[in-house]
């Protein structure tokens, strides 16, 4: 039987808020076997949790200080290192009531264990090496993974797929030094020339290795964020129609009626693999409505900080001056325009059109009424994500702003080095630079970043988790 140590061991709910078939608490450290047999009694009669074999589910009672039984529950001990924090871990598998769950960790609480905070089961996981800082972050990245595309990016950087690609860089650039290095403490050997052409040669291959690795953020961080995209148009061009059909339900009110929609919709869409966080815009014209004039100073706003913008002109009208409106607004940008109502005869010119935007868009005919166009509008849209990154795993994907920072440094200092070797200067000057970008890339993996960076990264995690 193990023994009691005084070490910090902690508790948490690991299922959602709420009832459903299944609660969890969670326990993790030395004591987290002596904590649940406080409260965790096996139905085979002196059967302590500290003897359950590990990973094997028992079944039992939950029973209060008072002798009460709280519910019926399975208890599995996962011993270390074989868990997920590489600590002892044990987790009660109860009833999913919202009452059960909250009973069963204050009872954990009052037997040792304190209440978690927000990620540390995984910043354990971390610390204790079972998880590099990239694996450990894609953790929430699959949690809240909206489409396949998102899950299979999230699922690849747990895998090990992006980690791998940032240690088989340091390690080339270890080699590098201890080549550089070699150089300057064994002058007679006259190795200095061949040393600095292989740094100069491996630099170069690392450098452009990031910068292929850095065009992917674009399309890793929508993956991971979804893609912000504006529905713009004048009232009742079909805007509510479109997030309709994207979204596949009725989710905005349609009607004839100019200005149905008032304020902007947000919902999520899934196209292609990508997730599309879509805002359905109030229609831009001019109003005396005070409620609308807010929704169309909304709509104007969400214009200049879309990632994508969807303009929509009715294609079975002559261009009004609402539309000459939205088009000065639109110059310069980027994004498709979508000319409605394709069942209708055509009224707009697009030639006309492209001379008026002067932007860079794709121009789609589209009708939300029998789908024409639609697939055309997604495949074009699957595209502007994915410009550049064609067939690439998305597994190996950059998808966060800390780790885009870290690569871009890194690369500076590798341009720096390589600058210092064309200039003829000392090897001392060019491992001062390769150093730098070692180091650049270990804040990726964790292995050079700072404690205050850990906790910043973990506590934007659930609690349970």
């Not at 902690?10 to 959602?16: E, R, Y």
């Not at 609480?109 to 998880?131: C, D, S, V």
């Not at 997030?243 to 947000?266: F, H, M, Q, W, Y």
Request: contains cysteine; hydrophobic residues 40%.
């Amino acid at each position: 039987m193990r023994d009691f140590v005084d070490n910090d061991t902690i508790a948490a709910i690991a299922t959602p808020p709420g009832d459903g078939g299944i609660g969890i608490v969670r326990i993790s450290g030395e004591n987290a076997g002596f904590v649940a047999d406080k409260f965790f009694k096996a139905a085979k009669k002196d059967f302590s949790v500290l003897d359950f074999r590990t990973h094997q589910a028992v079944y039992g009672k939950i029973i209060d200080d008072k002798g009460n039984i709280i519910d019926e529950a399975l208890c599995i001990a996962m011993w270390a290192p074989n868990s997920y924090t590489k600590e002892n871990v044990v987790e009660i598998q109860s009833h999913g009531g919202s009452l059960v769950v909250h009973r069963i960790l204050e009872l954990a609480i009052n037997h040792g264990a304190r209440l978690a905070q927000p990620g540390e089961f995984t910043k354990r996981a971390f610390l204790n090496g079972r998880l590099d800082l990239s694996q450990a972050q894609s953790v929430m990245d699959i949690i809240q993974a909206r489409t396949d595309a998102s899950l299979r990016m999230a699922a690849g950087h747990l895998q090990g797929a992006f980690s791998a690609e940032i240690q088989s860089m340091r390690h080339s650039i270890l080699e590098i030094i201890a080549h550089l290095e070699a150089s300057i403490d064994f002058p007679e050997d006259d190795i200095e020339d061949v040393a600095k052409q292989e740094a100069e040669e491996k630099i170069d291959a690392i450098k452009n290795r990031i910068s292929e690795i850095l065009k992917t953020f674009h399309t890793g961080r929508i993956l991971r964020d979804g893609l912000m995209t504006a529905i713009i148009g004048k009232p009742n061009v079909g805007k509510s129609s479109l997030l309709n059909a994207l979204l596949r339900e009725e989710r905005a009110i349609v009607t004839d009626i100019p200005g149905t929609t008032r304020d902007s919709l947000e919902e999520y869409a899934n196209i292609g693999g990508v997730p599309l966080r879509i805002i359905d815009t109030a229609g831009i014209r001019e109003t005396h409505d005070k409620v609308e004039q807010i929704g169309v100073e909304k709509s104007v706003a969400y214009l200049q900080k879309a990632d994508l913008i969807l303009a929509l002109f009715d294609a079975s009208r002559p261009l009004s001056q609402e539309d000459l409106d939205i088009i000065a607004m639109l110059k310069n940008k980027k994004g498709i325009v979508l000319l409605t109502k394709k069942d209708l005869p055509a009224q707009i010119d697009t030639e006309d059109l492209q001379n008026l935007l002067q932007g860079d868009f794709k121009y789609i005919r589209i009708s939300s009424i029998n789908k024409d166009g639609l697939k055309e509008l997604e495949e074009e849209i699957v595209s502007h994500v994915y410009s550049g990154n064609a067939g690439q795993a998305e597994g190996c994907f950059v998808n966060n702003l800390r780790q885009a920072e870290a690569l871009q440094a890194a690369q500076k200092h590798l341009e720096e080095c390589l600058n210092t070797i064309r200039m003829g200067m000392a090897e001392d000057f060019i491992v001062i630079d390769v150093r730098s970008a070692w180091e650049k890339l270990g804040e990726i993996t964790g292995d050079t970043v700072d404690e205050d960076i850990i906790d910043q990264i973990f506590s934007q995690f659930c609690i349970g988790k």
